[in-house]
């Protein structure tokens, strides 16, 4: 099939739908209470599945370039689906934790993560010159799949109790995910005229790792994630015991990360586009910086509480949009899926990484302290790091394929 006869914009609108699927995983603190009530678990035993799920989402993210090459990206998205969706139908009948964390754990995490890294990737090649857009567009509908699921996923444990949600949690995502997989196609390689230099170098996964930036990018990676995953986690109980908040208002912390970590997906990835993304992911680290440390320093009232929850998850869905496109800008889009991978594993590690801090340093404070000091060092970082140095190649053959 050649690039003339794929309308792209049905690629984005295959990729929104598929994106929208994967991101009602991140509804699952609404299944912690039931789950332990129905079975007389302990909840903190049962929120540990989405830990898991977590850290087997971006673990996958390592295979899935390969898998993708392997299978092309419709087939592995279709097959993900299945997988992703299956994995939350049988969690309906999972009537002990170690069966939970293997199913929608292990099975819900491997699965999400390989729909989501290689679509996320796929539609970015389609869009060079947008990167960052493209990237917001896709990574936003992931948000807005949380978001509108809040309400459903809450709606049938309601009314249909937990372990039937599930049952139509998961039939829901599978048709979601696998109908948007049919209007997903990967770019096509078109000829190219004979060219004596190639001035920018797709990398391989060896290459890149034999460079100093991609250890510098996963710093900042992870510093992002740790930031904006453990606020996450912790919001509303920062409003009852720093900010003296009752908990219905501290409750309010949860929607309103929500939607400005969707609005920071869409205004930081557009403007990524325009201004530089080095500056954009140098600016919301000052932002988090400060905003993390007024959590540990300053006397919380209700309005410093919201605008600093409100900033850090602003800058987090600004971040976690911005860097697919460095890796692509860093490293080339030929090799994007696997290369990703790589610094994606930043958001596992992340999304582990903050409670540890908070079991060994004592509480919310001191882990502030340790982000907005990782947060500052990226800053710094993000002033002075540069795509590395782009290798002349000379052309085995005439005329050469490029992907567009």
């Known amino acids: 099939m050649n690039a003339k006869s794929i309308n792209p914009w049905l690629v984005i609108a295959g990729t929104i739908i598929v994106q929208m699927g994967l991101g009602t995983i991140y509804t699952w ?17 049962v929120a540990i599945t989405f830990s898991i799920t977590s850290f087997s989402l971006a673990l996958s993210a390592l295979f899935a370039g390969k898998l993708q090459e392997k299978l092309g990206i419709r087939k592995l998205i279709t097959l993900a689906g299945i997988a992703l969706g299956s994995g939350l139908i049988l969690s309906s009948k999972a009537s002990s934790l170690p069966m939970l964390y293997l199913l929608a754990g292990v099975v819900v995490g491997f699965a999400d993560g390989t ?10 090649k389609w869009f060079p010159e947008r990167k960052g857009l493209i990237s917001g567009i896709s990574v936003s509908a992931y948000g807005m799949g949380s978001l509108i699921f809040k309400y459903i996923n809450g709606e049938m444990i309601e009314t249909a109790g937990v372990s039937k949600a599930f049952l139509f949690w998961g039939i829901i995502v599978m048709i979601m995910v696998v109908l948007g997989a049919r209007l997903l196609h990967e770019v096509p390689l078109i000829e190219k005229e004979f060219q004596t230099t190639q001035l920018k170098s797709d990398y391989t996964v060896g290459e890149m790792l034999r460079t100093k930036e991609v250890y510098l990018l996963f710093l900042m990676f992870f510093t992002a994630c740790m930031s904006g995953l453990y606020l996450i986690s ?29 609005v920071g997906r869409i205004i930081l990835g557009a403007l990524s586009d325009k201004v530089g993304r080095l500056k954009v992911v140098g600016f919301t680290f000052i932002v988090t910086a400060v905003s993390v440390l007024a959590l540990s320093f300053a006397e919380l009232n209700y ?8 900033s850090i998850a602003f ?8 860097f697919p496109a460095i890796v692509g800008d860093f490293f080339g889009m030929k090799n ?26 004592g509480g919310f404070k001191p882990t502030f302290v340790v982000i907005g000091t990782l947060c500052i060092i990226s800053v710094i970082i993000a002033l002075l790091i540069k795509p590395p140095s782009k290798r002349e190649r000379m052309p085995r053959g005439n005329p050469q394929t490029r992907l567009v």
Do not use: R
């Not at 729909?115 to 970015?124: F, G, R």
């Not at 309005?303 to 409100?310: E, G, K, L």
């Open 115 to 124: 729909a989501y890294i290689t679509s996320l990737s796929n539609i970015i």
């Open 336 to 361: 994007h899926s696997k290369n990703y991978g790589i610094v994606y594993q930043g958001f596992g590690l992340g999304a582990l990484s903050g409670s540890f801090i908070a079991a060994l340093a």
């Open 29 to 45: 603190s609404l299944f912690n209470q039931p789950l332990g009530s129905k079975f007389d678990w302990d909840l903190s035993s």
């Open 315 to 322: 800058c987090f869905g600004g971040n976690i949009t911005v």
């Open 303 to 310: 309005f410093i509480f919201f605008i600093c929850v409100a």
């Open 234 to 262: 912790i919001a509303k109980d920062i409003g009852v015991e720093l900010a003296g908040l009752n908990v219905t208002t501290a409750a309010n912390a949860v929607a309103m990360i929500a939607i400005f970590n969707t």
